[in-house]
């Protein structure tokens, strides 16, 4: 059992490239979030999915898009890379249990745009 | 909207000292309440959690007693350990949004020498 596993671990971009993050869960959890992490901002949603077939916006979406590919799969796109989307990344799920439930996190990718 | 707030760090400590990180938090619901800690270059763990009002959470020698009249889950310990140097992050998810989005506080940097 993985829990939550992301690739790549680190990656350098120029301003404009394009590259996906990948996030995948063996928990059988229904909903996947994707965050970004800036010094001193704590974490931030980018966007989150309840269940597979569903995306929406959280709290900074722009510059990103997401897929959920399956109920296992959720990725992060950044078509055009730009230097304020340097930040760690980390993936997270939680299964649907309400009140109780609580989001469990993978190791995140560190990215940095010059 | 819903915010938590965190004391600023670093929060330095010699070993077996005394720790609380004080978190306050604004939700519109009756939020549940979550520790999580990011130990260097990992993601986030679940530390403790409490669901309703005047319970307290507890993992690993830290506590956190969910206050809702004053608001506020703090956290302590009663003898801190070297090993136990790293960020912390209140957070609460609320009914408002299914308990499906966590936000976190800043984080909470503690550093404790031998």
């Known amino acids: 059992n993985a829990g939550v596993t992301q690739t790549p671990k680190f990656q350098v971009l120029k301003t404009g490239q394009s590259m996906t993050l990948q996030c995948a869960q063996d928990m059988n959890h229904n909903s996947m979030y994707w965050y970004r992490q800036d010094p001193g901002m704590g974490l931030r949603l980018i966007y989150y999915s309840a269940s597979e077939g569903t995306t929406d916006k959280g709290e900074v979406p722009n510059g990103y898009n997401v897929s959920r590919l399956n109920k296992r799969e959720f990725s992060l796109r950044l078509e055009s890379a730009a230097p304020s989307q340097t930040s760690v990344y980390f993936c997270?799920?939680?299964?649907?249990?309400?009140?109780?439930?609580?989001?469990?996190f993978g190791p995140g990718t560190r990215l940095t745009v010059l | 909207g819903d915010s938590v707030t965190q004391m600023e760090g670093p929060v330095t400590l010699s070993e077996e000292a005394f720790l609380t990180i004080n978190c306050t938090y604004t939700?519109?619901?009756?939020?549940?309440l979550f520790w999580y800690v990011q130990y260097p270059g990992e993601g986030l763990q679940l530390l403790l959690k409490?669901?309703?009002?005047?319970d307290k959470g507890s993992n690993k020698g830290f506590e956190a007693t969910y206050r809702k009249e004053t608001t506020s889950f703090h956290l302590e310990k009663g003898s801190v350990q070297v090993s136990d140097s790293a960020v912390y992050f209140c957070?609460?998810?609320?009914?408002?949004?299914?308990?499906?989005?966590?936000?976190f506080g800043t984080g909470t940097r503690l550093l404790v020498s031998p």
């Open positions: 997270a799920s939680r299964d649907t249990g309400g009140r109780t439930d609580t989001q469990y």
């Open positions: 409490a669901t309703k009002a005047d």
């Open positions: 957070a609460l998810s609320d009914a408002g949004t299914g308990f499906q989005k966590l936000v």
């Open positions: 939700a519109t619901g009756y939020p549940s």
